[in-house]
């Protein structure tokens, strides 16, 4: 299954790039992205983030589907 | 009115927009840029947005306003991209029969936003700028 990243602010920066495409195993979960996306950029590792899913927050342990959009997201500043 | 815009925010046009003239008081939160952090002076500031995510989590954050309050209205609007010293990043504007429920509304409004909704900040000092809230 191919899903999208989106990484953001720091992340972001790290990684050098805003939007991933991941290509995963059926039964795959956000963990599975994690731990991919973790693979190429390592400093990743380093860095606290929750997870979304289709852009609801959402545990790791979550399913992933053809075609989701994940997005890690690291502690937030707004306001 | 829930927004989030690349453009200075219009509060008169937040302040205006009441229909029927029901609501007694309006409460108006302005979140503004400080010129220091940690007495560090403070050149600008970048606020990001995962969009359509962040407008999800206003309007959980409204709905539940709404419904936990005796309110009326609660309108919200974030700013993103470059902003300036004193320039305002968000305005939120609750309006009520009774004041008390607004300044208690406009508070949680705030509070849960810079909790939950995915903006982020990034300070701009004279020697490097940081994402706030970043530490490994």
Known sequence: MKVKVLLFAALRELAGESTLELELDDGATLADAVTELASRHAALKDHRFATALNQRYSPTSAPLADGDEVALIPPVSGG | MIEIVDHPIDVNALVRC???GAAGGLVLFLGTVRN??????????EYEAYGDMALH???????????????????VVHRVGTLAMGEVAVAIAVRAPHRGASFDACRYVIDTLKETVPIWKKEFFEDG????????
């Open chain 2, 129 to 136: 700028a940081v994402w706030v809230g970043d530490r490994p």
């Open chain 2, 36 to 45: 220091k952090t940690r007495g560090k002076d403070v050149a600008k500031l």
């Open chain 2, 18 to 20: 009441d229909d029927a």
């Open chain 2, 57 to 75: 989590e206003l309007r959980k954050i409204v709905e539940e306003g709404l419904r936990r309050f005796e309110i009326t209205s609660i309108d």
